[in-house]
């Protein structure tokens, strides 16, 4: 009787879930996670450094107003940010090696207000390296020149710039946002 149950026993077949899973449907799924975090993850990066672009264009937008203003009151365009920060506040990141690590030290530091003799300085997040400058254009006169390139490791040679002008002979300015997409 013992040895009848045991053969029983070893001839019935277990449930699809006390089975478990053979190696080659292991491997299977692993391949399909593979495959779908592969086409997953491009556009997500995308997105991210979209996300990080709009933090410089509305740095560089809010410094154009702020030129624009500026030339409105006074008849001449502002040198440094000492003259723009009438009208608008701009804070940077103050972090050591802010240059080189971008937003991997400044995400721990707080953000400080932008000195009035600063012409360069880096976005609060550490994503952005600002500069803003006056050029002289034949036809033109004086221009007010913004320009935000990424900043800080991986970031600065995948990430987006944006540049901006302001030109008080013709009244116009212009905001450009680059992408990094390779042509």
């Known amino acids: 009787m013992i040895k009848k149950n045991l053969r029983k026993k070893k001839f019935e077949r277990k449930s699809f879930f006390e089975q478990g899973f053979t190696f080659l449907e292991f491997i299977i799924v692993v391949s399909l996670l593979g495959l779908t975090a592969r086409l997953i993850v491009p556009p997500l990066k995308t997105s991210l450094n979209k996300s990080r672009q709009k ?13 624009q203003s500026y030339y409105g009151i006074y008849g001449f365009l502002p040198k440094d940010i000492g003259q723009l920060s009438k009208f608008a506040n701009f804070q940077k990141c103050i972090a050591n090696q802010a240059e080189e690590k971008g ?3 400044c995400r721990n530091s707080l953000p400080t207000k932008v000195e009035k003799q600063d012409e360069i300085f880096f976005s609060p997040s550490g994503n952005y390296k600002v500069e803003l400058r006056i050029g002289e254009i034949e036809n033109e006169g004086s221009m007010f020149l913004v320009k935000a390139n990424p ?3 991986l970031f600065a040679e995948e990430g987006s710039a944006v540049i901006g002008c302001y030109s008080p002979i013709s009244g116009i300015s212009l905001l450009k946002e680059y992408s990094s997409k390779k042509a």
Not at 60 to 65: A, F, P
């Open 55 to 67: 933090e410089a264009s509305l740095i560089v937008n809010s410094m154009l107003k702020s030129s």
């Open 103 to 105: 937003n991997i030290v």
């Open 151 to 153: 900043n800080g490791g």
